[in-house]
């Protein structure tokens, strides 16, 4: 009996430790009104990154679905969507693709971490902003049924791909504000358990019709591969990872998955 409640004990304060981890994932990556009052957790923040982007994916599935209501035309009605993306994340992964894609622009290697941590906007940032924003745009506006469900499993399946390179490549700061990600993730197989639970929800759309087998199998190997590749593309370039190129893996990952759903 007293071992029975030691280890009801050790799960409620399990559970409670996860909770203010799962909170300050929250506050975190997104800008939705959490009160740092409240007792929050950052260290392994990044083993919730793929829940949030499902809480991101719920949110515009709803928003979406109220502009549909009010009979708003679905290209203006994705736009709006996007927006909202970038205003629930408050553009934190946006920028880490923009300084990013500045970084990758200059020729000499070793000026590359130099100009990523510069907080001016170059040309290669604002254009792949852009680019970024009309890819998601204008394949959400493509897609005709289950908006929700690839707005989840798009948000879902990018933040995967960042939790696979904090846990697989290494880190090129001393300090920044992905280091402290690196520091508390340090084995690839703290990827697995989401890994599991991406499948799960990838898998939604079989629960409506057996018909979207296919749809579902093309989501989860697309999904997967696509965030893997795209933290292993950016590794291959600058050996290594930072928290600029955590947000692009997730930018990129979130923006050609989108383009593959419109597929069929």
Not at 66 to 85: E, G, N, Q, T, Y
Not at 216 to 236: C, D, M, Q
Request: aromatic fraction near 12%.
């Amino acid at each position: 009996m007293t071992r029975l409640y030691s280890l009801l004990q050790m799960c409620i304060a399990f559970g409670g430790v996860q909770a203010k981890t799962f909170l300050g994932a929250i506050a975190f990556y997104t800008c939705l009104p959490i009160s740092y009052t409240w007792p929050l957790e950052f260290s392994g923040i990044a083993r919730w990154a793929p829940a949030i982007g499902w809480v991101i994916g719920i949110i515009l599935g709803t928003l979406d679905f109220v502009l549909l209501r009010l009979d708003i035309p679905i290209f203006p009605r994705s736009a709006l969507i996007v927006a909202s993306w970038v205003a629930i994340t408050g553009g934190l992964h946006l920028d880490g693709a923009m300084d990013t894609a500045d970084g990758l622009a200059v020729l000499d290697p070793e000026r590359r971490l130099d100009v990523m941590a510069d907080s001016r906007t170059g040309a290669f940032g604002a254009m792949t902003a852009v680019i970024i924003l009309l890819l998601k745009t204008a394949s959400l506006a493509s897609l005709g049924s289950h908006r929700w469900w690839g707005l989840i499993v798009t948000a879902g399946w990018g933040r995967w791909g960042q939790l696979v390179a904090i846990a697989r490549y290494p880190y090129l700061k001393a300090e920044g504000k992905g280091a402290f990600h690196k520091a508390a993730i340090r084995s690839q197989w703290e990827s697995f358990p989401m890994l599991i639970l991406m499948i799960g929800v990838s898998s939604i759309p079989l629960w409506l019709s057996w018909e979207n087998r296919y749809t579902v199998l093309i989501t989860i190997l697309s999904g997967s591969t696509i965030a893997v590749l795209t933290g292993a593309w950016f590794n291959h370039k600058l050996g290594g990872h930072t928290g600029d190129t955590y947000g692009a893996v997730v930018e990129w990952t979130e923006s050609l998955l989108l383009c593959l759903l419109t597929v069929g």
